[in-house]
């Protein structure tokens, strides 16, 4: 840590893994950079602070029920979390400010997930700073609110649904059509405020992008927000290892990779959020076992709809698998695809996931379903052309197809070194003088200037 510069900073993640991780290595950046940490956090999904010693930790009650805090709605959990939590976060806040003027270090300013709507106007009325951080693509977060103008415009390509759509590339129509489907009014209307209360913030960073990944995007972006725009990521290449779980990592899965010969192995995660039917479930089971390729499968425990864990696989393809691969409940994944053994990544394209894959140079298959993941999905396999896009319902017979595609044909050879050169380029970004680390540079004095 450089010398302290007598500022203290505000942090206030989402409670859900794909916000918590980008937000604590934003942490140890600042703190890095002198900077004084606070985080104010939920009861629900609480970080360990015992894993972040140099920080202090203010909890806030959440008001969730069992059955709201347990809700696969992500959506709904979100709007739930910001009605909930605006008194006592004020309570919390108007605390600390206070508390910091009577120890003299002052709140340079708050930072928080761009899904906390209603902290922008709290701010403003105790005259503090607000900077917002996002975890998507930044092309997703510029792009996405293109989608309720395409609803109210009654979006509906009938013919060519693999032509491309011109209103948001480089998804195809068909993509855009899967997104509106999920959309509804409360999405809309939610998606309008994180719209508007950005906008009115202090500034934005994009914790896990750079102009190496987004160029042309971030270009619209500065003049569609007409706000200070950050684009520092991938963050967690400033301190690898520091991620922050909130599931139980499986660490014997590291030594079962020591075993395997250099990229033979395919792994398989779909994240955090993302769940699937028991018929996905045996479906990729199948078509690992068909693949007759190592595999790291994880299956987070509630992932699969209806059941606990892997139980609905049966006994006789349970054996099976077993000779062939390893099945855990979470991994720590940085580690995993960093590994040597790792050869290929069968993935859902969130995006700190697609990040972290092309920051290892592990070419991709992409399993998208919903949101931005589409998206990611099409610039990892049609833009930058590093993975493979498996298109359609999940099936045993076309998991079977791509995973032997990638591991063992030369198509599979040519994308690797794509991936290559992409995992160089972006490498590059965050060492001195790169796009990411003159953002960052930018970002420190911006804070510094409150």
Same mark, same amino acid.
């Given at each position: 840590?450089?010398?302290?510069?007598?500022?203290?900073?505000?942090?206030?993640?989402?409670?859900?893994?794909?916000?918590?991780?980008?937000?604590?290595?934003?942490?140890?950046?600042? $703190?890095?950079?002198?900077?004084?940490?606070?985080?104010?956090?939920?009861?629900?999904? /609480?970080?360990? /602070?015992?894993?972040? %010693?140099?920080?202090?930790?203010?909890?806030?009650?959440?008001?969730?029920?069992?059955?709201?805090?347990?809700?696969?709605?992500?959506?709904? @959990?979100?709007?739930?979390?910001?009605?909930?939590?605006?008194?006592?976060?004020?309570?919390?806040?108007?605390?600390?400010?206070?508390?910091?003027?009577?120890?003299?270090?002052?709140?340079?300013?708050?930072?928080?997930?761009?899904?906390?709507?209603?902290?922008?106007?709290?701010?403003?009325?105790?005259?503090?700073?607000?900077?917002?951080?996002?975890?998507?693509? =930044?092309?997703?977060?510029?792009? %996405?609110?293109?989608?309720?103008?395409?609803?109210?415009?009654?979006?509906?390509?009938?013919?060519?649904?693999?032509?491309? &759509?011109?209103?948001?590339?480089?998804?195809?129509?068909?993509?855009?059509?899967?997104?509106?489907?999920?959309?509804?009014?409360?999405?809309?209307?939610?998606?309008?405020?994180?719209?508007?209360?950005?906008? /009115?913030?202090?500034?934005?960073?994009? =914790?896990?992008?750079?102009?190496?990944?987004?160029?042309?995007?971030?270009?619209? /972006?500065?003049?569609?927000?007409?706000?200070?725009?950050?684009?520092?990521?991938?963050? $967690?290449?400033?301190?690898?290892?520091?991620?922050?779980?909130?599931?139980?990592?499986? *660490?014997?899965?590291?030594?079962?990779?020591?075993?395997?010969?250099?990229?033979?192995?395919?792994?398989?995660?779909?994240?955090?959020?993302?769940?699937?039917?028991?018929?996905?479930?045996?479906?990729?089971?199948?078509?690992?076992?068909?693949?007759?390729?190592?595999?790291?499968?994880?299956?987070?425990?509630?992932?699969?709809?209806?059941?606990?864990?892997?139980?609905?696989?049966?006994?006789? @393809?349970?054996?099976?698998? +077993? +000779?062939?691969?390893?099945?855990?409940?979470?991994?720590?994944?940085?580690?995993?695809?960093? $590994?040597?053994?790792?050869?290929?990544?069968?993935?859902?394209?969130?995006?700190?996931?697609?990040?972290?894959?092309?920051?290892?140079?592990?070419?991709?298959?992409?399993?998208?379903?919903?949101?931005?993941?589409?998206?990611? &999905?099409?610039?990892?396999?049609?833009?930058?052309?590093?993975?493979? $896009?498996?298109?359609?319902?999940?099936?045993?017979?076309?998991?079977?197809?791509?995973?032997?595609?990638?591991?063992?044909?030369?198509?599979?050879? =040519?994308?690797?070194?794509?991936?290559? %050169?992409?995992? *160089?380029?972006?490498?590059?970004?965050?060492?001195?003088?790169?796009?990411?680390?003159?953002? @960052?540079?930018?970002?420190?004095?911006?804070?510094?200037?409150?």
């Amino acid at each position: 840590m450089e010398k302290s510069n007598g500022l203290r900073v505000v942090l206030f993640p989402l409670p859900i893994q794909g916000c918590i991780n980008p937000m604590f290595q934003l942490a140890k950046i600042l $703190h890095s950079r002198g900077f004084s940490i606070t985080v104010i956090h939920t009861r629900f999904n /609480a970080p360990k /602070a015992s894993n972040h %010693h140099l920080y202090t930790f203010s909890e806030i009650p959440d008001g969730l029920s069992e059955a709201e805090a347990s809700t696969q709605d992500v959506t709904l @959990l979100l709007t739930l979390l910001n009605r909930s939590c605006e008194a006592p976060f004020r309570d919390c806040l108007t605390k600390l400010l206070r508390s910091s003027e009577e120890e003299k270090q002052r709140i340079s300013c708050l930072i928080d997930d761009a899904g906390w709507i209603f902290t922008q106007p709290l701010a403003q009325s105790l005259n503090l700073p607000r900077l917002v951080t996002n975890t998507y693509k =930044v092309s997703f977060f510029v792009g %996405h609110f293109v989608i309720p103008k395409l609803r109210r415009e009654r979006y509906l390509p009938l013919q060519e649904q693999d032509e491309p &759509a011109e209103e948001f590339p480089p998804l195809k129509k068909k993509d855009l059509l899967q997104i509106l489907d999920g959309e509804t009014e409360v999405l809309n209307s939610y998606s309008d405020m994180i719209l508007q209360t950005t906008k /009115a913030s202090s500034g934005l960073i994009f =914790v896990s992008s750079c102009e190496e990944l987004d160029q042309e995007s971030l270009s619209q /972006a500065r003049k569609d927000y007409q706000i200070p725009i950050f684009a520092i990521g991938p963050s $967690h290449i400033y301190f690898p290892g520091s991620s922050s779980s909130l599931f139980t990592v499986d *660490e014997t899965c590291i030594q079962w990779l020591d075993k395997q010969e250099d990229n033979s192995v395919i792994y398989v995660s779909f994240g955090s959020v993302v769940n699937i039917s028991e018929s996905e479930l045996l479906e990729i089971a199948w078509g690992l076992r068909k693949s007759d390729q190592p595999f790291l499968w994880v299956v987070r425990v509630g992932m699969v709809n209806g059941t606990k864990w892997i139980e609905a696989i049966p006994e006789k @393809l349970m054996d099976r698998l +077993e +000779e062939k691969g390893k099945i855990v409940k979470w991994a720590p994944q940085q580690d995993v695809l960093k $590994h040597r053994a790792t050869g290929g990544f069968l993935t859902h394209n969130g995006w700190n996931s697609t990040v972290e894959s092309v920051c290892e140079g592990v070419p991709m298959i992409c399993v998208p379903s919903v949101w931005d993941q589409l998206l990611n &999905a099409r610039f990892v396999s049609d833009v930058w052309m590093v993975g493979l $896009h498996l298109e359609g319902r999940v099936e045993r017979d076309e998991i079977e197809r791509v995973v032997r595609k990638l591991l063992l044909e030369p198509e599979g050879e =040519v994308i690797r070194e794509r991936m290559k %050169h992409l995992a *160089e380029k972006v490498g590059r970004s965050v060492k001195q003088n790169g796009s990411a680390y003159r953002s @960052l540079e930018r970002l420190v004095d911006h804070i510094s200037s409150f």
